[in-house]
């Protein structure tokens, strides 16, 4: 009998690596500390539970680097991407869920699959020898115990950042006579409409009260060792953000760009602010782009000086949590697995992607190694020209120096920071686009045309892995 693969850590990566790992027909040992011990960010005890946003961000898989890679996800057989499209939202051009029945259909599918063993604990300690296989995908929140582990076993210190979270409001405290509905162009994505947002509008007055109170506002106290962790730029706090300049805010989170307000349609808005549908029930929206480590007092009354918000209730106020990842170029191969104990992978954030989906993708080739390695398979590495490809190239190895301090190539560990999936980390194109009579193409067209470019050859490129995957590793 095949020895079970020991997955640690049941978030998006974690049950997306189990899933992957029994479709092949390989034994899964799935262990969650949840209920057991329950980290500050987390509400719930469901597998794949959502801590931050709802959104899986933009679905358009022909110009959008994260589109592209929730339709390899699909293509791959992805159960992270099957339980977000059946509980999708309304989101203009991205992919957001009902964050409850999206995690339950995660944790359902788990618990009913035949090779899945779900074990509640927390892991503390480095695996035991006859773990032959392991996968650590702990996530942004992994244990003291746990890091401290690994750090013996590397050398190496984990990096860290902070990760902060959006509130979310109510629905029925919002005024309607103030806010509308309408995504930024109009555009419809996966289940939505074209005005799938709530917008609050802004004078320029009523901006400039707001950033003055964001930079007053009493803020929370880092702890002495989270006093030099860095923020990742894409998820700043929107203080942060202000105390950047006064404008930030107007050109991230609240631009005001490709939005008419219905009740003065004359009257461009100095800013808005979106809320987004957070639940299928349409009873909770979050605001979009408002992480924030402001105390709760604070966060109440600021967001409070938001058109429309004047009498919002919260279900759940903002909130900050470290987030830890390793420096993977040098710590991992490229098949995940960790260097100094090769039977031992890790997946998701913890090995420096950002983001669910890029989350989730990890956590699927970690599955798809794993179970290929259980079953005595070599199995071909994705292209770096597709998303999954150049995601993981990134973190295992395309990250490398050749003009370090010494003169020899090798990994500078300061610079290896978390990252999005982008079209800036695949292979350039052989050749520029050009019209349809073969001119050069200039500005916005020219821009389109290449990430047009880049995913066509991205699926070209998919098309051919697959098959070569379908030969050496089929789904019992």
Known sequence: MTNPVHIIGGGLAGSEAAWQVAQAG???????????????????????????????????????????????????????MASADTHQVPAGGALAVDRDGFSDAVTEALAA?????????????????????????????????????????????????????????????????????????????????????????????????????????EKTEFREFEKDTPYFNACLPIEIMAERGRETLRFGPMKPVGLTNPNNPTVKPHAIVQLRQDNAAATLYNIVGFQTKLKYGEQTSILRLIPGLENAEFARLGGLHRNTFLNSPRLLDR???????????????????????????????AGKYAAAEARGIDLPQPPATTAIGALVDYITGGHISTDDEDGDAGVRPSSFQPMNV???????????????????????????????????????????????????????
């Open 26 to 80: 390989v034994p899964v040992v799935l262990h969650e500390m949840r209920p057991t011990n329950i980290s500050p960010a987390h509400k719930t005890q469901a597998l794949a539970e959502l801590v931050c946003s709802n959104s899986f961000r933009s679905d358009d898989a022909e110009t959008n680097a994260v589109g592209l890679l929730h339709q390899e996800m699909r293509a791959l057989g992805s159960l992270i």
């Open 422 to 476: 982008n079209f800036g980390l695949f292979p350039p194109l052989t050749e520029a686009p050009r019209s349809e009579d073969g001119k050069r193409l200039r500005g916005s067209a020219k821009a389109v045309a290449r990430k047009k470019a880049l995913t066509d050859r991205a699926r070209r490129d998919l098309s051919a892995w697959l098959q070569s995957l379908s030969e050496v590793l089929p789904a019992a």
């Open 113 to 217: 699959h035949p090779l899945v063993t779900i074990e509640r604990g927390e892991v503390t300690a480095l695996p035991p020898e006859d773990w032959t296989q392991t996968i650590i995908a702990t996530g942004p929140l992994t244990s003291d115990a746990l890091a401290q582990a690994v750090h013996g076993l590397t050398g190496e210190g984990a990096l860290a950042f902070f990760d902060a979270i959006a509130p979310i409001v109510h629905a029925d405290s919002i005024d309607r006579n103030i806010v509308w509905m309408q995504s930024r162009y109009d555009k419809a994505g996966p289940g939505g409409t074209g005005a799938d947002y709530l917008n609050c509008p802004m004078t320029e007055e009523q901006y400039n009260a707001f950033v003055d109170a964001l930079l007053a506002g």
């Open 335 to 365: 098949s995940l697995r960790l260097k100094a104990l090769p039977r031992v992978r890790f997946a998701g954030q913890i090995t420096g992607c950002e983001g669910y989906v890029e989350s989730a993708a990890v956590g699927l080739l």
